[in-house]
C-alpha cells in the first residue's frame, strides 16, 4: 500500500467512525420529541410533588408530607405568607391557591386576647361542637377548623393576670373524609414544634393514627370518664318512649368545651343537650352575654375557673310532636351539671338560675 493510498484509507475510516458518534438526524428529532413528552409529564405530575416540597420548606418543617398529600388539592398551589417568630406570641404558615385564597392555614398563639378573639369567632353562637378528637387531644371541630387548646404551665401570666395557653388552628377546605385523621395530626404536629419554639412547656399530644369518632348514643352505665358520667345518678325524668335513657358523649375530658347530650333511643334527635364553655371569650358569646336565667327551651349558669369566666347551658329544643322537657326538670339538671363541672373544674362563685322560668321567645 503506497502512503497515498494508506492515508485516503484512515481518511474514509475517521470519517465512519465520526459518522457513529453524531446522532442521525432522525436520532435527534427522537431525543427532541422523548424530552419533550418527559418534560410535559413533569409539568403534569409537578402537583404530586408539592407536598413534599411543602413539608421541607413550609411551619419549620414541622408537617408530613403524608398528611400534606391528603388534605392538600392537585392544583398547583403557593407557599402562603409564612410568619414565624416565638417572640410575638404568634406563628403562621400556610399554602394557597392564589394570593387571596387558601388551600390549608396554620396558625398558632399564646397571647391570651388573640386566641379570646380566635375562639370567639369560630362560634357565632354557643354551638355543639361537630365531633370529637380522640382521647388526650385537647380540641374541637368548628366549621372547617381543627381547634387545640393547651395550657402554658412554663409560660407566666399576662400584665392582666390572665393564664397564656397555646391555642392552634388549622383551616382547610377539605370534607370529614380527607380532613381526618391528616388534618387534625397536622394541628397536632403544630402544637408540638410551637409549645417548644416559645417555650409553653404544654404536654407533647399524640399523633392520631384512627378516624376521629362521630358521637353516639351510649348506655348511662357506659359513661364513666366521659363528660356524661354525671347523667348516670342524675334525677332523669322517666323519658318520652319509656326506653332507657341513653347519653351522647360530644367531647373528651380533656376539651376546652365540655359537651354532652341526653338521648332518648326512641327519636332520632337529642333531647337535651348540655355545655360548658371555659374561658374569657365565652363571656362575649350569645347567650352567655348575661347572667344565670332559665326559659322554656334553654338555661344558663356561670362560674369563675381558674381566675377566668365559666359558662354552662342546657337546650332541650324537641321535634313538634314530642313532649318537651318540663322546665323545673331542665333546671334541676342545669343544676346539677353545673355542679359537677364546677367540682371537676375547680371552679368557684358558681352562680345558677333562680326558681323564675321565663317564656321563650317568639317569632
Avoid at 85 to 94: I, K, T, V, Y
Avoid at 258 to 272: I, K, Q, V
Avoid at 307 to 331: D, H, L, V, Y
Wanted: hydrophobic share 35%.
Amino acid at each position: 500500500m503506497t502512503a497515498e493510498t494508506a492515508g485516503t484509507a484512515e481518511t474514509a475510516g475517521t470519517a465512519r467512525r465520526r459518522r457513529r458518534l453524531l446522532p442521525s438526524r432522525r436520532t435527534v428529532t427522537v431525543v427532541v420529541v422523548v424530552m419533550a413528552v418527559l418534560a410535559g409529564g413533569a409539568y403534569a405530575l409537578k402537583p404530586l410533588w408539592q407536598p413534599w416540597w411543602y413539608a421541607a420548606t413550609i411551619c419549620g418543617g414541622s408537617l408530613s408530607a403524608d398528611d400534606l398529600a391528603d388534605v392538600l388539592p392537585h392544583e398547583r398551589l403557593q407557599a402562603a405568607e409564612e410568619h414565624m417568630d416565638p417572640a410575638s406570641d404568634r406563628m403562621s404558615c400556610g399554602v394557597n391557591f392564589d394570593d387571596d385564597h387558601f388551600s390549608l392555614s396554620v396558625s398558632v398563639t399564646t397571647d391570651p386576647w388573640k386566641a379570646d378573639q380566635e375562639l370567639s369567632r369560630a362560634f357565632d353562637t354557643a354551638s355543639e361542637p361537630e365531633f370529637l378528637f380522640p382521647a388526650g387531644i385537647p380540641g374541637f371541630k368548628a366549621g372547617l377548623g381543627h381547634y387545640l387548646v393547651q395550657n402554658c404551665a412554663d409560660l407566666p401570666r399576662d400584665s392582666d393576670g390572665r393564664k397564656k395557653y397555646l391555642l392552634t388552628k388549622v383551616m382547610g377546605i377539605w370534607n370529614s373524609r380527607h380532613g381526618t385523621p391528616a388534618a387534625l395530626r397536622i394541628a397536632v404536629a403544630t402544637a408540638n414544634s410551637a409549645s417548644k419554639a416559645t417555650g409553653c412547656g404544654a404536654a407533647v399530644l399524640p399523633l392520631p393514627r384512627q378516624p376521629q369518632t362521630h358521637p353516639h348514643p351510649v348506655p348511662l352505665n357506659k359513661t364513666a370518664g366521659t363528660p356524661c358520667s354525671w347523667l348516670d345518678k342524675a334525677p332523669l325524668p322517666p323519658s318520652p318512649s319509656g326506653k332507657p335513657w341513653q347519653a351522647v358523649p360530644r367531647t373528651d375530658t380533656h376539651a376546652p368545651v365540655t359537651s354532652c347530650s341526653l338521648h332518648d333511643p326512641g327519636f332520632r334527635e337529642n333531647y337535651a343537650d348540655f355545655s360548658g364553655w371555659y374561658g374569657t371569650w365565652s363571656q362575649s358569646q350569645s347567650p352567655f352575654e348575661k347572667g344565670p336565667v332559665m326559659s322554656e327551651g334553654f338555661g344558663r349558669a356561670t362560674a369563675r375557673c381558674d381566675g377566668e369566666a365559666a359558662n354552662f347551658q342546657i337546650r332541650s329544643s324537641p321535634s313538634p310532636g314530642r313532649t318537651r322537657m318540663a322546665r323545673e326538670e331542665m333546671r334541676s339538671l342545669l343544676v346539677t351539671f353545673a355542679r359537677e363541672q364546677a367540682k371537676h373544674h375547680g371552679c368557684t362563685h358558681l352562680a345558677l338560675p333562680g326558681k323564675d322560668i321565663y317564656p321563650a321567645r317568639s317569632g
